[in-house]
């Protein structure tokens, strides 16, 4: 008696597709210009084999169950194919939530008894709405893969170290100087110094939007270890608020050469190496 | 004279990340005020160690928002409402290079500096409350 519904939904499967296929067509948000009815038909036929088929009494109350795991993968197959297809998440949930409609109906259909009918309801409900939560899940989980990657390619590239001059390495930093930014930073700068057997460094910060104390302290940490490395590290990019600021916060910079722009720091770099940077002078004039 | 409050936001910080989008809500309000560039600049950075302490020492916690007008002036309060460990104490973590973790120790003694209204509450267990006021031309 109990297993009697699945047995039902077994026996009229090709009905139940039918139904189902009749609901996504009615469908308004139907997107017959991103699938072809025929490849909507093959892809729900393969669902719904996998769902029947695996539907036992045991089963029917336990999405997690590893009877349900060729479910689970052929909808994230779906969901992730859907979405590069250029679906939305809610037109996927909607595919999925639409078979719960067919299923139900053909309940209603065969079974009479109001109370059978009412706990069958409830059971095949649940289950399909957790499948509907799979969609969901992989949609999400296939973006935030999206969004892991595109973080560590700023990481990478947000740090540059620019040899500027032989012996002279700039790094720009470019937005907030957290502690895992820092030992990138670091990390990267030390590995150039030996790399390129440079003796000075320029940090750049004009793409620093603040300077709070956490991010004087790496900074001051980051000097001291190009100090330790035989190498001066000069500090750029000091605008007018920031130094009041640090000032205010009582943050003693005076052990490190600072400076206001990257030019003064190239300018003051060239001296330590007693280089000089002068105009070419016009070989007709000294003539003439 | 009474101080009206014109404005109000709430935002909750519960992680490093959170940090930033802070900073740039403050930094928001304080442009529709016309604060100066080197007052937000002051008051951004006061919030950026207030927020950072927060979450170092409570793990996360709500920071109010608010334009609050006092006579002709104008001014940006924030309120940092943790329910940490608590500070035990005050005056010694106001004091300049006092730290338990391990940072500068000038966290707070340097928020006070940037601010122009700051008070500081906090109870052992119970949690820690921070108040601090930038008025547009203070």
Same mark, same amino acid.
């Given at each position: 008696?109990?297993?009697?519904? #699945?047995?039902?939904?077994?026996?009229?499967?090709?009905?139940?597709?039918?139904?189902?296929?009749?609901?996504?067509?009615?469908? *308004?948000?139907?997107?017959?210009?991103?699938?072809?009815?025929?490849?909507?038909?093959?892809?729900?036929?393969?669902?719904?084999?996998?769902?029947?088929?695996?539907?036992?009494?045991?089963?029917?109350?336990?999405?997690?169950?590893?009877?349900?795991?060729?479910?689970?993968?052929?909808?994230?197959?779906?969901?992730?194919? =859907?979405?590069?297809?250029?679906?939305?998440?809610?037109?996927?949930?909607?595919?999925?939530?639409?078979?719960?409609?067919?299923?139900?109906?053909?309940?209603?259909?065969?079974?009479?008894?109001?109370?059978?009918?009412?706990?069958?309801?409830?059971?095949?409900?649940?289950?399909?709405?957790?499948?509907?939560?799979?969609?969901?899940?992989?949609?999400?989980?296939?973006? *935030?893969?999206?969004?892991?990657?595109?973080?560590?390619?700023?990481? $990478?590239?947000?740090?540059?170290?620019?040899?500027?001059?032989?012996?002279?390495?700039?790094?720009?930093?470019?937005?907030?100087?957290?502690?895992? =930014?820092?030992?990138?930073?670091? $990390?990267?700068?030390?590995?150039?110094?030996? $790399?390129?057997?440079?003796? #000075?460094? #320029?940090?750049?910060?004009?793409?620093?939007?603040?300077?709070?104390?956490?991010?004087?302290?790496?900074?001051?940490?980051?000097?001291?270890?190009?100090?330790?490395?035989?190498? *001066?590290?000069?500090?750029?990019?000091?605008?007018?608020?920031?130094?009041?600021?640090?000032?205010?916060?009582?943050?003693?910079?005076?052990?490190?050469?600072?400076?206001?722009?990257?030019?003064?720091?190239?300018?003051?770099?060239?001296?330590?190496?007693?280089?000089?940077?002068?105009?070419?002078?016009?070989? *007709?004039?000294?003539?003439? | 004279?009474?101080?009206?409050?014109?404005?109000?936001?709430?935002?909750?910080? &519960?992680?490093?990340?959170? &940090?930033?989008?802070?900073?740039?809500?403050? @930094?928001?309000?304080?442009?529709?005020?016309?604060?100066?560039? &080197?007052?937000?600049?002051?008051?951004?950075?006061?919030?950026?160690?207030?927020?950072?302490?927060?979450?170092?020492?409570?793990?996360?916690?709500?920071?109010?928002?608010?334009?609050?007008?006092? !006579?002709?002036?104008?001014?940006?309060?924030?309120?940092?409402?943790?329910? !940490?460990?608590?500070? /035990?104490?005050? +005056?010694? +973590?106001? @004091?300049?290079?006092? /730290?338990?973790?391990?940072?500068?120790?000038?966290?707070?003694?340097?928020?006070?500096?940037?601010? /122009?209204?700051?008070?500081?509450? /906090?109870?052992?267990?119970?949690?820690?409350?921070?108040?601090?006021?930038?008025? @547009?031309?203070?």
């Amino acid at each position: 008696m109990k297993n009697e519904s #699945i047995k039902i939904l077994q026996k009229r499967k090709k009905a139940i597709l039918e139904l189902w296929m009749k609901n996504q067509l009615a469908e *308004e948000g139907l997107r017959d210009d991103l699938m072809n009815n025929e490849d909507l038909r093959v892809q729900s036929e393969e669902l719904l084999d996998a769902l029947l088929n695996n539907l036992s009494d045991d089963t029917v109350g336990d999405a997690e169950s590893s009877q349900f795991d060729t479910v689970t993968d052929i909808l994230a197959g779906i969901s992730v194919s =859907r979405a590069r297809q250029g679906f939305s998440p809610r037109e996927t949930g909607v595919y999925v939530f639409s078979l719960k409609d067919a299923l139900l109906e053909t309940l209603q259909q065969e079974i009479k008894d109001p109370v059978i009918l009412y706990a069958q309801s409830l059971k095949i409900s649940k289950l399909i709405d957790s499948f509907g939560i799979v969609t969901f899940e992989t949609f999400i989980k296939g973006r *935030e893969e999206v969004i892991l990657r595109q973080t560590d390619e700023i990481a $990478e590239i947000s740090t540059p170290v620019i040899r500027v001059w032989d012996g002279i390495l700039a790094l720009p930093i470019i937005g907030t100087l957290d502690s895992s =930014r820092t030992q990138i930073v670091m $990390e990267n700068l030390l590995q150039e110094i030996v $790399e390129s057997g440079s003796s #000075i460094a #320029i940090l750049d910060i004009s793409g620093v939007p603040a300077v709070d104390s956490l991010v004087a302290q790496h900074l001051i940490k980051t000097v001291s270890a190009t100090r330790l490395m035989g190498a *001066e590290c000069i500090i750029s990019g000091i605008r007018p608020e920031i130094a009041q600021t640090v000032v205010h916060l009582g943050i003693d910079l005076s052990q490190i050469i600072t400076k206001a722009s990257l030019a003064s720091a190239l300018r003051t770099a060239y001296t330590m190496l007693q280089l000089e940077v002068v105009k070419k002078r016009r070989f *007709e004039k000294e003539n003439a | 004279m009474t101080m009206l409050t014109l404005n109000k936001d709430t935002m909750a910080v &519960v992680k490093e990340q959170d &940090v930033v989008p802070l900073r740039n809500r403050v @930094k928001e309000y304080a442009t529709k005020i016309g604060m100066g560039l &080197v007052n937000q600049t002051k008051l951004i950075t006061a919030a950026s160690e207030l927020v950072r302490n927060m979450l170092k020492y409570a793990k996360g916690g709500k920071v109010f928002i608010e334009v609050v007008s006092k !006579g002709r002036e104008n001014g940006i309060r924030l309120v940092f409402e943790d329910k !940490g460990p608590g500070i /035990s104490d005050v +005056a010694l +973590a106001m @004091k300049d290079g006092y /730290s338990t973790g391990k940072s500068l120790g000038l966290g707070l003694p340097g928020a006070r500096r940037l601010v /122009s209204e700051f008070d500081i509450q /906090s109870t052992p267990g119970k949690g820690t409350t921070v108040t601090v006021i930038k008025w @547009k031309n203070g």
